[in-house]
């Protein structure tokens, strides 16, 4: 069974800056891809940006300039640095693990979700 542990959400000032981080465990091989999504109130989860294990990008034109995704494959943990926030940005951030576990089982997995809270 594959678990994500996320960490780093909080409330902030608009301009301010937060970092996530989501550490993924459970028998498994580093994962694949990992990236983040939110969800505000009313609206459909998106995505927000992602990262191969070779560390290729992909970002939402909202955050491009904004906000980096990077990752520790040896600590199968992937962070979110947000910086310039906006009260757009308010949201749960959830983390997402694609890959295979040590029986070569592919798994596609989600985190509890972290709340950003970016005030005016």
């Known amino acids: 069974q594959v678990q994500l542990v996320e960490s780093g959400g909080g409330l902030v000032q608009a301009g301010g800056s937060l970092r996530l981080s989501c550490t993924a465990s459970?028998?498994?091989?580093?994962?694949?891809?990992m990236g983040w999504h939110r969800q505000a109130p009313g609206k459909q989860r998106e995505l927000v940006a992602s990262i191969t294990d070779r560390g290729s990008t992909t970002y939402a034109d909202s955050v491009k300039g904004r906000f980096t995704i990077s990752r520790d494959n040896t600590k199968k943990t992937t962070y979110l640095q947000m910086n310039s926030l906006k009260p757009e940005d308010t949201a749960v951030y959830y983390c997402?693990?694609?890959?295979?576990?040590?029986?070569?089982?592919?798994?596609?997995?989600w985190g509890q979700g972290t709340q950003v809270n970016v005030n005016v």
């Open positions: 459970g028998k498994i091989f580093s994962p694949n891809d």
């Open positions: 997402r693990a694609q890959g295979y576990d040590t029986g070569w089982r592919k798994y596609d997995s």
